[in-house]
């Protein structure tokens, strides 16, 4: 009866309850993990994915410091710009006619700088009076266009 009153056994109750069932922060962030992911892919499938001439327009200025300093390197180290037919690949790998000894190991610049939105290496063209010209076909791959289809230059670009 006094064990009755005192409920002595309650403390191994009262231990069970301390255990409250959830999540713990591990299955939190899984789940979290998967339901960005999930977004991720809805958010890139139901938004345009196409590549517009603003978004070109600022990847070549991002690549024409790139671009225009790899060319002058090229230039300073011997004493010419590439031809048109070496194009802006020269910049990457050594032409033929070149010493390859004198031609730095990573070239002047990476690849990923003189490739267009559309992953097409920017047209090169070197002028009869020593400059060039660098610019991207556009979305079409064909001279001229509007939009997202129109030539970009990197001399008009700021």
Not at 113 to 120: A, G, S, T, Y
């Amino acid at each position: 009866m006094i064990n009755n009153i005192l409920r002595l056994p309650r403390k191994a109750t009262l231990k069970r309850k301390k255990f409250v069932r959830g999540f713990t922060l591990i299955e939190l962030m899984v789940v979290l993990v998967i339901l960005g992911t999930l977004m991720g892919i809805l958010i890139f499938n139901l938004s345009d994915s196409g590549i517009d001439e603003k978004k070109a327009r600022v990847q070549l200025i991002a690549s024409k410091a790139h671009i225009e300093m790899g060319l002058f390197n090229f230039q300073q180290k011997f004493g010419r710009y590439p031809s048109t037919d070496e194009g802006l690949e020269a910049l990457i790998r050594a032409p033929g006619d070149l010493d390859q000894s004198q031609y730095p190991e990573k070239g002047f610049i990476q690849k990923k700088h003189i490739e267009d939105p559309w992953k097409r290496v920017y047209k090169y063209e070197l002028k009869e009076d020593g400059s060039y010209d660098v610019y991207s076909l556009g979305a079409d791959g064909a001279e001229g266009g509007e939009g997202k289809n129109a030539d970009l230059h990197l001399s008009e670009l700021e």
